[in-house]
């Protein structure tokens, strides 16, 4: 390749990486002039003028606002334009679907939406979110062009790069990237399907108890346990997309030596979750949730037994809190491991679980810090059901940014 050639491309990396510097440090500092980004990005006043004034002209970057000057002209401040676009985010988690339309900033929800009493997510199900959609960017009047992403939290394995459904057993007719592409198909625009618990992880990451920290786990402990690693300030998401499912995690070895395999009661899942410790408090006290009737533990009706369970732990039932208790500790096993291993800064804790936080938490941080060198960061979710959402609002914008940045030249 000739010179002029390698030149060009040269010329071409410069301006990419000026213009996402300039964006980055707009997005993330109010009110700045273009001396003051010259100072913080320590570039030229010609190059940073040239940059913002072509990101002015597409409408990236606005001029809002004079400031303030002791001497000569006023300085005009310039800001990332929030409304260049906006994502939709869906949270397929759990029994009610959330979606939330949010502009680019990622902290303005301008409409949030429910989908109510979903079991299995099928084609109907489905059906109705797209409706959901499509009436919150009629009432907002936002135009098709603007819908720049719809990010979906999506239970199972997810392939990351493509968003396949591998495995969901609660999607039903929907295989490989069909979800993705049926949502493509309606609303022309970019569609991504991540893993629940690792939308979780993003949204306190982004905006919520992890903000502060570089590496650390984030645990929901609800019906089930999952998990979401978030390691040097980036999404852990694995070779398969399945990194972070620390309820098969196998705990009790000595069964599974002996046996040979691995078996429901030896997983962390059946140990820690709440339907998990339902299940053995069922088992040690049988007549305690009488009123729900007998047999099998009814899925949906998990909640009513939580509040059952929750309430004898409050009342000072010693069978129920030990029980609770030993969870616990069999988490506190699990995660001095992790620790250990990925060097984390901390450990943050959601779910269901915290509405008994006074009983479930001090001997799991008791725990970690008599069994692990250093003091432990054993910390609760700011988020709380709103995680996943909010992880999808933010996993969608740093996409459209992304895009932004590869058209930029």
């Not at 108890?209 to 929901?220: D, E, M, P, R």
Request: aromatic letters at 6%; proline letters at 3%; one cysteine or more.
């Amino acid at each position: 390749m000739s010179s002029k050639g390698n030149k060009g491309i040269n010329h071409k990396q410069i301006k990419v990486t000026n213009q996402t510097l300039i964006i980055n440090e707009v997005r993330k500092s109010d009110g700045l002039s273009r001396s003051d980004l010259a100072r913080a990005l320590r570039l030229s006043a010609p190059s940073i003028s040239t940059n913002i004034d072509e990101l002015i002209s597409r409408e990236i970057i606005l001029e809002k606002g004079i400031g303030s000057a002791a001497f000569g002209r006023k300085p005009i401040h310039i800001e990332f334009n929030n409304e260049y676009g906006y994502v939709v985010a869906v949270d397929m988690s759990g029994g009610a679907f959330r979606i939330a339309l949010s502009d680019l900033s990622g902290t303005n929800i301008l409409e949030y939406g429910l989908i109510s009493d979903v079991v299995q997510i099928t084609s109907e199900v489905i059906e109705r979110t797209m409706n959901t959609i499509a009436e919150m960017l009629a009432r907002r009047k936002i135009p098709p062009h603007k819908l720049l992403c719809i990010c979906i939290g999506s239970p199972g394995f997810i392939e990351p790069s493509t968003g396949s459904v591998v495995y969901a057993p609660r999607i039903v007719g929907f295989t490989g990237t069909s979800l993705r592409d049926t949502f493509a198909e309606r609303f022309n625009t970019l569609v991504l399907i991540k893993n629940d618990m690792n939308c979780a992880a993003v949204g306190e990451h982004l905006f919520g108890t992890g903000q502060h920290y570089y590496s650390f786990i984030n645990i929901l402990i609800d019906v089930g346990i999952g998990s979401g690693l978030i390691l040097n300030e980036k999404l852990y998401e694995g070779a398969r997309g399945s990194a972070g499912e620390i309820g098969l995690w196998v705990n009790d070895t000595q069964e599974a030596v002996r046996q040979n395999k691995v078996t429901l009661n030896n997983m962390l899942d059946y140990q820690v979750s709440v339907f998990g410790l339902i299940c053995q408090v069922r088992e040690a006290k049988p007549d305690l949730f009488i009123s729900l009737g007998q047999g099998e533990v009814n899925l949906h009706l998990v909640p009513e037994y939580a509040q059952i369970m929750f309430n004898a732990a409050r009342a000072g039932d010693e069978q129920v809190i030990s029980i609770i208790r030993e969870a616990a500790i069999r988490l506190g096993c699990v995660l001095k491991n992790l620790y250990e291993l990925l060097d984390l800064e901390a450990i943050i804790i959601g779910g269901l679980i915290l509405e008994i936080e006074d009983i479930f938490m001090p001997p799991l941080e008791q725990f970690l810090n008599d069994n692990v060198s250093g003091k432990v960061k054993v910390l609760t979710s700011s988020l709380g059901d709103k995680g996943v959402i909010y992880g999808a609002i933010g996993q969608g914008i740093n996409h459209v940014l992304v895009d932004i940045i590869n058209r930029i030249a």
